[in-house]
């Protein structure tokens, strides 16, 4: 039961990365007035495109699922330092990069029995 609900929940942060990534490649236009708020060229998102996918595909592999969620992990706390260094605190854009970095996470934890083992044993 744990490994299907690790699946699910891998499977819906990848979705989310990937659908994020489409929307920057092919309609970064649609982007411009966030980008503009946080000070980011328009023309930078199909880069951010780019990493995500390279996020989501190593994230949805099996044997560099660890790796994906260090990098998902540092993307997504790289989006939450942009809205700090705007002078926000607890935003909703930081909000949701933090849910969908501790999902990443949480599918990993309930996919792999060594890595929930080893967490445990790292809190005892």
Same mark, same amino acid.
């Given at each position: 039961?744990?490994?299907? $609900?690790?699946? *699910?929940?891998? *499977?819906?942060?990848?979705?989310?990365?990937?659908? +994020? *990534?489409?929307?920057?490649?092919? $309609?970064? +236009?649609?982007?411009? +007035? !966030?980008?503009?708020?946080?000070?980011?060229?328009? +023309?930078? =998102?199909?880069?951010? %495109?780019?990493?995500?996918?390279?996020?989501?595909? /190593?994230?949805?592999?099996?044997?560099? $699922? #660890? #790796?994906?969620?260090?990098?998902?992990? @540092?993307?997504?706390? @790289? %989006?939450?330092?942009?809205?700090?260094?705007? &002078? !926000?605190?607890?935003?909703?854009?930081? /909000?949701?990069?933090?849910? /969908? &970095?501790?999902?990443?996470? @949480? @599918?990993?934890?309930?996919?792999? %029995?060594? #890595?929930? !083992?080893?967490?445990?044993? &790292?809190? =005892?």
């Amino acid at each position: 039961m744990q490994t299907l $609900a690790g699946r *699910a929940l891998s *499977a819906f942060i990848t979705i989310v990365l990937l659908l +994020d *990534a489409s929307v920057n490649y092919f $309609a970064p +236009d649609l982007l411009k +007035d !966030e980008m503009n708020a946080v000070q980011f060229p328009t +023309d930078r =998102a199909p880069a951010l %495109a780019i990493i995500m996918v390279v996020c989501a595909l /190593l994230y949805s592999i099996p044997r560099t $699922a #660890l #790796l994906g969620a260090i990098l998902v992990t @540092g993307f997504f706390g @790289g %989006a939450i330092c942009v809205h700090l260094r705007m &002078g !926000e605190l607890f935003s909703p854009p930081q /909000l949701i990069a933090l849910l /969908l &970095g501790t999902a990443a996470w @949480g @599918g990993l934890y309930l996919r792999y %029995a060594r #890595l929930r !083992e080893l967490i445990l044993r &790292g809190l =005892a």
